[in-house]
Structure formats: C-alpha cells, structure tokens
C-alpha cells in the first residue's frame, strides 16, 4: 500500500483533480466577471484596502435600517402573516419583551 507507486499514483491523481477543478472553477469565475462587467454591475477601479474598509464601513451605516426591515420581514411567511416561530411561548403567568426597530413591546 506504501510502496513508491501506489504513492506517486495517488499524488498524480490529486494533481490532476485539482488541475481540472481549477481550470472548471477559472472559467465559470471568468464568466461570472464578464457578465458583471457587462451588466455594470461589477466597480472598474481597484481600491486600496483602506478605501475598500472606509466603503464597507459607510455601506454598514446606511444598510442598518434595512437590515432592521429585514430581521422583522424574516418572522413573516411570503403571505406577510407572521410565522409561528415568530410567537413566543411563554408559560402563563409570564410575560415576555421583544424589541423591534428600537422599541420594547410586552407580551
């Protein structure tokens, strides 16, 4: 199982499957970016990585009301009904809080 043929032939399998994963995975990535690019959905310029942490930092900042819409979107089924994860169960006698966009509700 050891002996130097069993292990150049494994090796030579390995690197043969990686060559051809990476030539696969190259090509769909390739795709992908010309697709962008065509779309004018993919940014020309190449960024510093201060300017690429400044940018992420302001989208951050101005995405947090929408991440707030979609933390309270994600309790609802597609009908807008709240799902049943979305109750607590709460022994009786009990009461609950739940904070939603910054406001504290009691149940």
């Excluded at 499957?17 to 390739?30: L, P, R």
């Excluded at 951050?60 to 607590?88: F, L, M, Y």
């Amino acid at each position: 199982m050891n002996n130097p043929k069993s292990t150049v032939l494994g090796w030579g399998s390995l690197v043969a499957a990686a060559g051809v994963s990476y030539y696969f995975a190259k090509q769909t990535i390739n795709e992908r970016r010309a697709q962008q690019a065509a779309d004018g959905s993919r940014p020309t310029e190449k960024l510093d990585w201060r300017q690429r942490v400044e940018a992420s930092s302001s989208q951050h900042s101005e995405g947090s009301s929408t991440v707030a819409q979609a933390s309270d979107n994600a309790d609802r089924k597609p009908g807008g009904e709240p799902s049943a994860k979305a109750t607590p169960v709460v022994p009786s006698g009990e009461t609950s809080a739940v904070v939603r966009n910054g406001v504290r509700e009691t149940n």
